[in-house]
């Protein structure tokens, strides 16, 4: 027990998760919780980033707790906790700013598109500071529970690149020895696209609610949104760049059947789009109608569970951020 690595992960509470984090992100952390000394938050702070109707960010905490659980994350296995429950998140936050560059933030890809998105939704040019901040949030969060591994879909893959140069400079800097965290990016599902257009990626904040599917549809709904999914006109099924309607189906089946997508493309070889279509969204379908009914069975342990795993992540989180306070010279308790 005390020899295994650490893993963390969070996802941000913006809106109603869809296939896309189960299979880029939460199916991982599901997988690895065995193997590492996992934490898992919901990253409630880093929602705050653009605007969020109080309400709705309470129900999208709430729900992703229970979805993190009829996933199959486990209590007894991975402390599950809210973000600002613990409140060193936001102290380490400001320790890690002050050794972070305004050019290395602005610099990072999902800062520009987020910011570009700002700027013509409501045609001025003002960006809020905390979309900047967003990937220093991240640091603190890695840092806060030394963490050796992060899984995480490939969108974040930047943000744990700019963890692993921040946290080798204040080792450098403060003679200190947190880990340096590795990203964790399945091979598979790593970026599953939209139903609407499969170049973009299938994303929570999309406001097309046709091309993602959420993990909290009816079922019978989220059927429908893949049999009428973009696909191309060539007929052939296999996976390719040119094919990214295809390729995505493809990735949907492989990730939820666990198996490859080569031994999914073989199985589809001879079978034509709509024996495709037919096939994953019955997948699709049956994943649904069982993650609901766990998610119903889940939901009323939320506040207790959520209690107690704050109280467990805090108690890792504070003697890191004594580690690193006493590092800068903030703090002389031996
Ligand atoms: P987000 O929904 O952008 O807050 O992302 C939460 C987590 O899910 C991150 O690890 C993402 O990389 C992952 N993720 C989000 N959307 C997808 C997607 N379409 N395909 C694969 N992973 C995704
Ligand atoms: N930014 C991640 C997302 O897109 C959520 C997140 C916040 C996170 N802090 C993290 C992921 C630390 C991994 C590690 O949802």
Redesign the pocket.
């Given at each position: 027990m005390l020899n295994k690595k650490t893993l963390l992960?969070g996802?941000?509470a913006?809106?109603k998760?869809?296939l896309?984090?189960y299979?880029?992100?939460?199916k991982n952390m599901v997988k690895l919780q065995d193997e590492y000394n996992s934490f898992v938050f919901i990253?409630d702070l880093h929602a705050l980033t653009l605007p969020i109707d109080p309400k709705i960010l309470e129900q999208n905490r709430h729900n992703i707790y229970a979805i993190y659980l009829a996933c199959g994350l486990d209590p007894n296995k991975t402390t599950i906790f809210f973000q600002s429950d613990v409140m060193e998140h936001g102290l380490m936050n400001w320790l890690i700013i002050n050794n972070t560059t305004i050019g290395e933030l602005s610099r990072m890809t999902q800062f520009k598109d987020k910011s570009q998105k700002v700027k013509s939704a409501n045609g001025m040019d003002t960006i809020p500071t905390g979309l900047l901040m967003y990937p220093t949030l991240m640091v603190a969060d890695i840092m806060l529970y030394d963490a050796d591994l992060v899984?995480?879909?490939?969108?974040?893959k930047q943000h744990v690149e700019l963890t692993r140069n921040i946290t080798q400079r204040i080792n450098n800097k403060y003679k200190l020895d947190f880990k340096i965290p590795e990203p964790y990016i399945p091979n598979v599902?790593?970026?599953?696209?939209s139903l609407t257009d499969p170049t973009k990626?299938?994303?929570?904040?999309d406001t097309n609610e046709k091309s993602s599917i959420y993990l909290l549809d009816n079922p019978g709904e989220a059927y429908k949104k893949i049999i009428k999914c973009v696909t191309d006109s060539e007929g052939k099924i296999y996976a390719s760049p040119d094919k990214p309607g295809i390729t995505n189906l493809l990735n949907i089946y492989s990730a939820l059947k666990e198996i490859s997508l080569k031994d999914t493309e073989t199985y589809f070889k001879n079978k034509n789009y709509k024996e495709l279509k037919a096939e994953v969204a019955q997948t699709v379908k049956e994943f649904l109608q069982n993650i609901q009914t766990r998610y119903q069975q889940f939901l009323p342990l939320v506040d207790k569970l959520s209690k107690e795993g704050a109280i467990k992540a805090a108690k890792v989180a504070k003697a890191n951020l004594l580690k690193l306070m006493k590092g800068m010279g903030l703090n002389n308790e031996k």
């Open positions: 992960s996802i941000t913006t809106g998760l869809t896309g984090n299979i880029g992100a939460i990253a899984p995480v879909g490939i969108d974040q599902g790593n970026k599953i696209m990626k299938m994303s929570k904040s």
